[in-house]
C-alpha cells in the first residue's frame, strides 16, 4: 500500500484498471500499489482546477469567457466578457461526462450570451446586464448539471459597443440633453407668465375690492351728511347744497392741472352763496 494525503477543499479520483473506483476526500487515503492511481487532469484541464495534476478544486471557482465580439438584434458589433463563479458538485461526472470542463464552460456560457445580445436591442442590453446575467445562469444550468457543477453567478464585466456607435450614442445623448434643457427653459418662462398673470389678476382683484370699500365708506359719508343737511336746512335746500358742491370738486380737479382754463357759471356760484348765507 503507498499512502497520499489529499489536502483541505481537494479530492481525487482513484483509477483502478482505467475505471473510475472511488473519490479520495481530504485526508489520509490509502491506495493499493501497482492496481490504484489517480486520474491525471494534466491535459485537459491543465492548472485551472486542479494541483499536481490530479487534485480537484471544490471551493468556489472563477472562469472568464475572456472578451468576445457579438452582434445585437439591431447589428451593433458589441464587446463582451462574462465572468463565471461555479463549484464542483459531482467530481465523477466533472472528470467523465465532460471531455475539457472549464473550456466547455466558457464555449456553453459564451453560446447563451451570444444568443441573448442577438435576440435584443443595443439600448435594452446597456441597462440590462442583470437580466443577461439571469439568462445565462438559467440557460446553463441544466447542462452544467450533468457535468456536475453548479453555476453560481455569471456576471457581464465589459459590455462595450465599437467606436462609431459610441460617438452615434454621445451625440444623440447631447441632442437629447439639449431638446430636454430647452424644453425646460420654455417650460420655466411660461410658469413664470402664469405666475405673473395670476398675481396682476389677484392685485387687480384686491385693488377693485379695497376701491369697493372705498366707495361703500364715502357713500355711507354721503349719506350720513345728506341726512343732516335735511334735518338742518331741508330736503330742497340739501339737495342744491350737495349738487353745488359736486360741481365744486370738479372743478377743483380741472383747475390742478396749470394748462386748464375754468370758467365758473354764475349758477355755481349763487349755489355756493346760498351755502354759506345757510
Same mark, same amino acid.
Given at each position: 500500500m503507498f499512502l497520499k494525503i489529499i489536502p483541505q477543499g481537494h479530492c481525487a479520483i482513484v483509477i483502478r484498471f482505467g475505471k473510475p473506483i472511488?473519490?479520495?476526500?481530504? &485526508?489520509?487515503n490509502f491506495f493499493v500499489p501497482f492496481f490504484d492511481s489517480l486520474k491525471d487532469f494534466q491535459a485537459t484541464w491543465g492548472q485551472d482546477t486542479n494541483k499536481d495534476g490530479v487534485l480537484i478544486e471544490l471551493s468556489e471557482q472563477i472562469t472568464d469567457t475572456r472578451p468576445r465580439d457579438c452582434f445585437t438584434k439591431d447589428n451593433v458589433k458589441l464587446t463582451a466578457d462574462c465572468a463565471i463563479r461555479w463549484r464542483i458538485s459531482d467530481p465523477l461526472k466533472a472528470a467523465f461526462e465532460v471531455d475539457n470542463l472549464h473550456q466547455s464552460l466558457r464555449e456553453v456560457v459564451l453560446a447563451e450570451m451570444r444568443a441573448f445580445i442577438g435576440d435584443k436591442e443595443l439600448n #435594452?442590453?446597456?441597462?440590462?446586464?442583470?437580466?443577461?446575467? !439571469?439568462? =445565462?445562469? $438559467?440557460?446553463? $444550468? !441544466? /447542462?452544467?448539471?450533468?457535468? &456536475?457543477?453548479?453555476?453560481?453567478?455569471?456576471? =457581464?464585466?465589459?459590455? /462595450?459597443?465599437? &467606436?462609431? /456607435? =459610441?460617438?452615434? @450614442?454621445?451625440?444623440?445623448?447631447?441632442a437629447s440633453r439639449r431638446s430636454e434643457a430647452l424644453k425646460l427653459e420654455a417650460e420655466g418662462k411660461a410658469e413664470a407668465i402664469v405666475r405673473e398673470a395670476k398675481a396682476i389678476a389677484e392685485a387687480s382683484i384686491?385693488?377693485?375690492?379695497?376701491?369697493?370699500?372705498?366707495?361703500?365708506? @364715502?357713500? !355711507?359719508?354721503?349719506?350720513?351728511? #345728506? /341726512?343732516?343737511?335735511? !334735518?338742518?336746512?331741508g330736503q330742497d335746500v340739501a339737495g342744491k347744497i350737495l349738487i353745488a358742491q359736486k360741481q365744486l370738486r370738479t372743478y377743483e380737479a380741472i383747475v390742478k392741472e396749470p394748462a386748464n382754463k375754468v370758467f365758473i357759471p354764475l349758477s355755481v356760484l349763487s349755489a355756493g352763496l346760498v351755502n354759506e348765507n345757510q
Amino acid at each position: 500500500m503507498f499512502l497520499k494525503i489529499i489536502p483541505q477543499g481537494h479530492c481525487a479520483i482513484v483509477i483502478r484498471f482505467g475505471k473510475p473506483i472511488r473519490i479520495a476526500r481530504s &485526508g489520509l487515503n490509502f491506495f493499493v500499489p501497482f492496481f490504484d492511481s489517480l486520474k491525471d487532469f494534466q491535459a485537459t484541464w491543465g492548472q485551472d482546477t486542479n494541483k499536481d495534476g490530479v487534485l480537484i478544486e471544490l471551493s468556489e471557482q472563477i472562469t472568464d469567457t475572456r472578451p468576445r465580439d457579438c452582434f445585437t438584434k439591431d447589428n451593433v458589433k458589441l464587446t463582451a466578457d462574462c465572468a463565471i463563479r461555479w463549484r464542483i458538485s459531482d467530481p465523477l461526472k466533472a472528470a467523465f461526462e465532460v471531455d475539457n470542463l472549464h473550456q466547455s464552460l466558457r464555449e456553453v456560457v459564451l453560446a447563451e450570451m451570444r444568443a441573448f445580445i442577438g435576440d435584443k436591442e443595443l439600448n #435594452f442590453l446597456l441597462s440590462s446586464r442583470q437580466q443577461i446575467s !439571469e439568462h =445565462i445562469i $438559467s440557460a446553463v $444550468s !441544466e /447542462t452544467t448539471k450533468r457535468w &456536475g457543477i453548479n453555476v453560481i453567478s455569471a456576471e =457581464i464585466q465589459e459590455l /462595450t459597443a465599437d &467606436g462609431a /456607435t =459610441i460617438d452615434a @450614442m454621445r451625440q444623440k445623448l447631447e441632442a437629447s440633453r439639449r431638446s430636454e434643457a430647452l424644453k425646460l427653459e420654455a417650460e420655466g418662462k411660461a410658469e413664470a407668465i402664469v405666475r405673473e398673470a395670476k398675481a396682476i389678476a389677484e392685485a387687480s382683484i384686491l385693488q377693485a375690492e379695497a376701491q369697493k370699500k372705498v366707495l361703500l365708506v @364715502m357713500a !355711507e359719508a354721503d349719506k350720513n351728511y #345728506f /341726512t343732516s343737511l335735511v !334735518e338742518l336746512a331741508g330736503q330742497d335746500v340739501a339737495g342744491k347744497i350737495l349738487i353745488a358742491q359736486k360741481q365744486l370738486r370738479t372743478y377743483e380737479a380741472i383747475v390742478k392741472e396749470p394748462a386748464n382754463k375754468v370758467f365758473i357759471p354764475l349758477s355755481v356760484l349763487s349755489a355756493g352763496l346760498v351755502n354759506e348765507n345757510q
